[in-house]
């Protein structure tokens, strides 16, 4: 059937800026890759997952993600972010280790962000009867299995051009853990188990009037809080 989606979602992402290109051809090496970053911002990477699910086997998607993409107003540049820096995602014993073009010593040891992500979720009637929104998940993105300088140095390995100002994204940031998860797809297990609003509403997708609000932040004992704005998007209709 052709119409409207019926399972409208977000998908909350970190986002980079590419600052210095590269020429085409020339792949990015893994320990220069972040000299090409100019800053990370939020991402909500809209997507409708019935109009995906159609159309994955065998395109992938397409018109389930090409309608719109919302980004935090602040882009934060990986100098102010030092300070929060940790290593790389651990993987487990029984897992394939990275393959050389995307490993490096600094990577592993200094590669991931100590960044925290929430999403809020807040409805017409919540809104109508002035309530506070309803935090959905608390994560971090160093629970991401590739770091930055993977995904780009990855992206770039076939001798695509990268030009300032190219927007990448990080795909959603999940957790393991219940209350984690980055999307209302994971959280609800595709709808099986839907949230239940302050006003008793539930939600397996977004709805009309509902408003979606990520955020992120870096803080550690001895350094000023770092944040990253609020990243808002309303469904209209």
Same mark, same amino acid.
């Given at each position: 059937?052709?119409?409207?989606?019926?399972?409208?979602?977000?998908?909350?992402?970190?986002?980079?800026?590419?600052?210095?290109?590269?020429?085409?051809?020339?792949?990015?090496?893994?320990?220069?890759?972040?000299?090409?970053?100019?800053?990370?911002?939020?991402?909500?990477?809209?997507?409708?997952?019935?109009?995906?699910?159609?159309?994955?086997?065998? *395109?992938? !998607?397409?018109?389930?993600?090409?309608?719109? $993409?919302?980004?935090?107003?602040? &882009?934060? +540049?990986?100098?102010? =972010?030092?300070?929060?820096?940790?290593?790389?995602?651990?993987?487990?014993?029984?897992?394939?280790?990275?393959?050389?073009?995307?490993?490096?010593?600094?990577?592993?040891?200094?590669?991931?962000?100590?960044?925290?992500?929430?999403?809020?979720?807040?409805?017409?009637?919540?809104?109508?009867?002035?309530?506070?929104?309803?935090?959905?998940?608390?994560?971090?993105?160093?629970?991401?299995?590739?770091?930055?300088?993977?995904?780009?140095?990855?992206?770039?390995?076939?001798?695509?051009? *990268?030009? !300032?100002?190219?927007?990448?994204?990080?795909? $959603?940031?999940?957790?393991?853990? &219940?209350? +984690?998860?980055?999307? =209302?797809?994971?959280?609800?297990?595709?709808?099986?188990?839907?949230?239940?609003?302050?006003?008793?509403?539930?939600?397996?997708?977004?709805?009309?009037?509902?408003?979606?609000?990520?955020?992120?932040?870096?803080?550690?004992?001895?350094?000023?809080?770092?944040?990253?704005?609020?990243?808002?998007?309303?469904?209209?209709?």
């Amino acid at each position: 059937m052709f119409g409207p989606s019926q399972m409208l979602d977000y998908e909350l992402e970190v986002g980079w800026f590419v600052g210095r290109g590269n020429e085409w051809g020339e792949p990015i090496a893994i320990a220069q890759a972040e000299d090409h970053v100019f800053g990370l911002c939020l991402v909500n990477d809209w997507s409708a997952r019935d109009i995906q699910a159609w159309e994955y086997q065998p *395109l992938g !998607p397409f018109l389930a993600k090409n309608f719109a $993409t919302t980004i935090s107003p602040w &882009m934060v +540049t990986l100098e102010a =972010l030092a300070p929060f820096r940790c290593a790389a995602f651990a993987r487990a014993a029984d897992e394939p280790e990275p393959l050389p073009y995307l490993t490096s010593a600094e990577n592993q040891t200094q590669g991931s962000i100590e960044l925290t992500l929430e999403v809020f979720l807040s409805s017409a009637q919540m809104r109508q009867q002035e309530m506070t929104p309803m935090r959905l998940s608390r994560g971090g993105f160093q629970q991401m299995y590739w770091t930055i300088a993977q995904m780009l140095t990855h992206h770039s390995s076939n001798g695509c051009n *990268l030009r !300032p100002g190219d927007l990448l994204a990080s795909g $959603t940031v999940s957790g393991a853990e &219940m209350g +984690t998860q980055g999307c =209302l797809l994971e959280m609800t297990q595709r709808g099986k188990q839907p949230v239940t609003l302050p006003t008793g509403e539930v939600r397996s997708f977004l709805e009309a009037g509902d408003e979606v609000i990520l955020r992120g932040y870096c803080e550690r004992e001895g350094y000023v809080r770092v944040g990253f704005g609020e990243c808002r998007g309303w469904v209209l209709n």
